[in-house]
Nanobody, 115 residues
Framework: HVQLVESGGGLVQPGGSLRLSCAAS????????MGWYRQAPGKERELVAYITSSGRTNYADDVKGRFTISRDNAKNTVYLQMNSLKPEDTAVYYC?????????WGQGTQVTVSS
């Protein structure tokens, strides 16, 4: 049974930074592209960024230049470094496979950007 465990969220002021982590169990990790997704209150879940098994990355337009996705295959972990945070980044952040999120969603980690 594959599990995804997200961590690293919190309350931060606008302009601040956070680093999210997603630990995954299972041998599938190194061969799959992984994505970070987020869901704000009252909105649909959306893709924030993804990273392929070879390390190629892509970002949503509204986080480009501020967020950085990375992965450590030896640790089965994917990271999201978030800088210059804005109130509109407030959401629950999740990781899952990309392009199809075929794993059960984890509990996510709450990111709140507020002064």
């Amino acid at each position: 049974h594959v599990q995804l465990v997200e961590s690293g969220g919190g309350l931060v002021q606008p302009g601040g930074s956070l680093r999210l982590s997603c630990a995954a169990s299972g041998s599938f990790f190194s061969i799959n592209a992984m994505g970070w997704y987020r869901q704000a209150p009252g909105k649909e879940r959306e893709l924030v960024a993804y990273i392929t098994s070879s390390g190629r990355t892509n970002y949503a337009d509204d986080v480009k230049g501020r967020f950085t996705i990375s992965r450590d295959n030896a640790k089965n972990t994917v990271y999201l470094q978030m800088n210059s945070l804005k109130p509109e980044d407030t959401a629950v952040y999740y990781c899952n496979t990309y392009p199809q999120a075929f794993l059960s969603w984890g509990q996510g980690t709450q990111v709140t950007v507020s002064s």
